[in-house]
């Protein structure tokens, strides 16, 4: 029996240790999409973007017209055309379907890529400020509370304006 209570009182000790040690860890929360869509960067970012799309975009509608047309003049043409003409011309048009398909999907690999590369620096800029004010401020853990990222209760510290403070905005 006094082993039992030795154990039961190890096991308490040990316990509420534990609880103590976690009890001295601090944690706060942040919204980093947020954050990241309200840096001045973000803007021109998105500037730049939405520039390059217009420029692909206007380039499509062109290459679609001159599609159109052509295959407007195609249709009018061919009752005087002869099959191998005609059987030409739909090669044609079929080529140049093909190649405004083969356009829309470089255009939207160089938008990925061109997004990924102007958000990444702005990304880790906001990585690191979050990390600085953390630490100078001792939180041991920063959560992501972006909704969808998996913290279901944020009542610990929002760092969010200290965070843009110490990003200038």
């Given amino acids: 029996m006094k082993n039992f209570k030795n154990i039961l009182l190890t096991a308490i000790i040990a316990l509420s240790s534990l609880t103590f040690t976690f009890a001295q860890s601090k944690v706060a929360h942040i919204n980093t999409q947020e954050l990241v869509g309200s840096m001045p960067e973000m803007n021109t970012a998105k500037a730049e973007l939405e520039k390059l799309a217009k420029t692909y975009e206007s380039d499509i509608q062109t290459m679609a017209a001159e599609l159109q ?28 379907e093909q190649s405004i398909r083969q356009y829309q999907q470089q255009a939207q690999s160089d938008l990925q890529k061109k997004e990924f590369d102007l958000l990444k620096p702005i990304s880790e800029k ?11 401020q001792g939180f041991d853990y920063v959560l992501d509370s972006t909704q969808g990222q998996g913290v279901i209760l944020a009542n610990g510290k929002d760092l969010m304006a200290d965070v843009k403070t110490e990003l200038g905005f």
């Fill in 126 to 136: 906001a990585q690191a400020a979050i990390v600085k004010v953390a630490s100078g």
């Fill in 69 to 96: 047309s052509k295959v407007k003049q195609y249709d009018s043409e061919a009752a005087n055309q002869t099959d191998e003409e005609n059987q030409q011309r739909l090669q044609e048009v079929q080529g140049m």
